[in-house]
């Protein structure tokens, strides 16, 4: 017991050696002379430059505040940006007016042709029984026709389609006879009466011969232009001076459009049945 409580004050005194000389460090540094007690001199201010870090967070918040007052305060360029927009929008030539450009009409063939020439002709004549003016019919031969002999017969074949017509010329008043029938009553349609006498018209040998004809085959379009091929070539043999004339009209060509036939597994010509896929 006694050695413990001699012990106890030498015990104390080594620690306050130690804390002596913890407290010996260096007059500068704060934190010991905090651990030994002191309070800490006061550090006069010192003038130091500003480190960049420091001033850029410390310009940071009025910076951020400043812009948002520049971008408020300066006018942004809205009226350029739908300018260039529309000018996107805008389609280049569209301001360019379109030229018009014609369609070319496709030039009608002789048989064309003939029957148009068949159709004014018919109404120019409906119209002058309306209104009960008789004009003359130009006619397109510039002499005055041929005179028959009287015992003179030209013949002449003439086809359309399927239709066959052997035609017979003979010096006459101007009658016309088909199948032994009138002209009106075997074509009764006013088109196909002039279509098939359009030769005769346009000669000036309309009122001059008389015409037989016989004719087979075919439906009444086909006859009528058959008993046309027919006068015409007839009237060749009449006068060949007439060739010309009715070449450029197209009476003497024979035309070989016809209906092609029917082929199998086809319900016309060319027409398809309808493809079923199921």
Known sequence: MIDD??????????????????????????SSSQAAGEEPAAEQPVDEAPVAGDAEAAEGPAAEEAEPAAEEAAPEPKAEKPAAEKKKDVIPGADLEPIAVEPEERPLSAEEQARKEAEEEERAKREAALTGEAEEEPSAASRAPAKLAGDARYL?????????ARVTLLPGSGKVEINKRALEEFFPRPLHQTMALQPLTITGYEGSVDVRIRVHGGGISGQAGAVRHGIARALTEVDPELRGELK??????????????KKAGLKKARKRPQFSKR
Do not use: M, Y
């Not at 003439?158 to 239709?163: L, P, V």
């Not at 450029?248 to 036939?261: M, Q, S, V």
């Open 5 to 30: 409580e001699t012990k106890g004050p030498q015990d104390t005194s080594d620690e306050g050696s130690e804390a002596a000389d913890a407290g010996a460090v260096e007059p500068g540094d704060s």
């Open 156 to 164: 002449a074949t003439g086809k359309r389609k399927t239709s066959i």
């Open 248 to 261: 450029r009209r197209g009476f003497l060509t024979r035309d070989a459009r016809a209906k092609e036939r």
